[in-house]
T-cell receptor, first 114, second 111 residues
Framework: DGGITQSPKYLFRKEGQNVTLSCEQNLNHDAMYWYRQDPGQGLRLIYYSQIVNDFQKGDIAEGYSVSREKKESFPLTVTSAQKNPTAFYLC?????????????FGEGSRLTVL | GQNIDQPTEMTATEGAIVQINCTYQTSGFNGLFWYQQHAGEAPTFLSYNVLDGLEEKGRFSSFLSRSKGYSYLLLKELQMKDSASYLCAVRDSNRDDKIIFGKGTRLHILP
């Protein structure tokens, strides 16, 4: 079955630690995205990648980093520079970044900083 | 700038009809999406409008007026499982076609 897999589903981190969230898709989609969701807030775009080996900052990229070495993988690192990292993180993909394709989402990763 | 507005919460009765409105102001426009999100889960795609008019898909319909920067999602024959958040999102053609989300409308269905 095609889809997007995020892991881990739940993650706890101590302040000052970096953590990497995994996102893998087997939909053969070119574009991948990371969003952050906080209570009462909409989804806010962190980073996106329209093609392998290329990615762009979204609206709230500070304190985060990504890589896109393979088409199917788009990991997100939450660094210690992110001031308020506790949130629900959603990875998504679309056929490509330029046409009308909708976003397909993973199940999400809930990060809690202790 | 960009802004997508939708009501924070709505309540409706099982079996009834509810309309969730969304207004948007974005620098460019290349389509509007509606997503459904149950608590703690990922959003799932409901509808897409890029031209003015009504798109119907079963119990759900979505309407778009580009000149007014306005859309609505219409849910008919409400069921308890329709209790969820409904997210309006716009693809902004002036920002690399990024999809920008509103804050969502939490819909409560009463028996």
């Amino acid at each position: 079955d095609g889809g997007i897999t995020q892991s881990p589903k739940y993650l706890f981190r101590k302040e000052g630690q970096n953590v990497t969230l995994s996102c893998e898709q087997n939909l053969n989609h070119d574009a991948m995205y990371w969003y952050r969701q906080d209570p009462g807030q909409g989804l806010r775009l962190i980073y996106y990648s329209q093609i392998v080996n290329d990615f762009q900052k979204g609206d709230i990229a500070e304190g985060y980093s990504v890589s896109r070495e393979k088409k199917e993988s788009f990991p997100l690192t939450v660094t210690s520079a992110q001031k308020n990292p506790t949130a629900f993180y959603l990875c998504a993909s679309s056929i490509d970044g330029w046409n009308t394709g909708e976003l397909f989402f993973g199940e999400g990763s809930r990060l809690t900083v202790l | 700038g960009q802004n997508i507005d939708q009501p924070t919460e709505m309540t409706a009765t099982e079996g009834a009809i509810v309309q969730i409105n969304c207004t948007y102001q974005t620098s460019g426009f290349n389509g509007l999406f509606w997503y459904q999100q149950h608590a703690g889960e990922a959003p799932t795609f409901l509808s897409y409008n890029v031209l003015d008019g009504l798109e119907e898909k079963g119990r759900f319909s979505s309407f778009l007026s580009r000149s007014k920067g306005y859309s609505y999602l219409l849910l008919k024959e409400l069921q308890m499982k329709d209790s969820a958040s409904y997210l309006c999102a716009v693809r902004d053609s002036n920002r690399d076609d990024k999809i920008i989300f509103g804050k969502g409308t939490r819909l409560h269905i009463l028996p």
